[in-house]
C-alpha cells in the first residue's frame, strides 16, 4: 500500500558529502513524523534525524552540526545531507515514516536501505 524508496548512498572518502533521498508513495493520507536511521554492522539500528510533519527536528549526537534533514511535505519526501563524512558514518541507512493510510489507520514504513561507505 505504500513504498519508501531511497537513493543516494555510495562510497566517499573521510570529509566528503553525500545527499540521501526517499520518497513515499502509495495511499497516503498523511504522513507524520520522517527520519533516517543507520545500522552498522554488529550495532544496533539507530536514530540519526527525524522531522515532524511542522518541521521539528531531531539528530543524535554523533551527527550534529554536521548531518541535516530536509522534508518536502508535498512531494512526501525526506532527504539527509551528510557533511564532514567520517568512517564511524558508514552503515546501512534507513528511511522511515510514520504514514497514516486512505483508511485512516497508521503505520510505520521502512526503506529498503542503501549502504553508505565512508573511506579514511
Known amino acids: 500500500q505504500v513504498q519508501l524508496v531511497e537513493s543516494g548512498g555510495g562510497l566517499v572518502q573521510a570529509g566528503g558529502s553525500l545527499r540521501l533521498s526517499c520518497a513515499a508513495s502509495?495511499?497516503?493520507?498523511?504522513?507524520?513524523?520522517m527520519g533516517w536511521y543507520r545500522q552498522a554492522p554488529g550495532k544496533q539500528r539507530e536514530l540519526v534525524a527525524a522531522?515532524?510533519?511542522?518541521?521539528?527536528?531531531n539528530y543524535a549526537d554523533s551527527v550534529k552540526g554536521r548531518f541535516t534533514i530536509f522534508r518536502d511535505n508535498v512531494k512526501n519526501t525526506v532527504d539527509l545531507q551528510m557533511n564532514s563524512l567520517k568512517p564511524e558514518d558508514t552503515a546501512v541507512y534507513y528511511c522511515?515514516?510514520?504514514?497514516?493510510?486512505?483508511?485512516?489507520?497508521?503505520?510505520?514504513?521502512w526503506g529498503q536501505g542503501t549502504q553508505v561507505t565512508v573511506s579514511s
Open positions: 522511515n515514516a510514520d504514514i497514516v493510510l486512505t483508511n485512516y489507520r497508521s503505520y510505520a514504513y
Open positions: 502509495g495511499r497516503i493520507f498523511r504522513i507524520n513524523a
Open positions: 522531522v515532524t510533519s511542522g518541521g521539528s527536528t
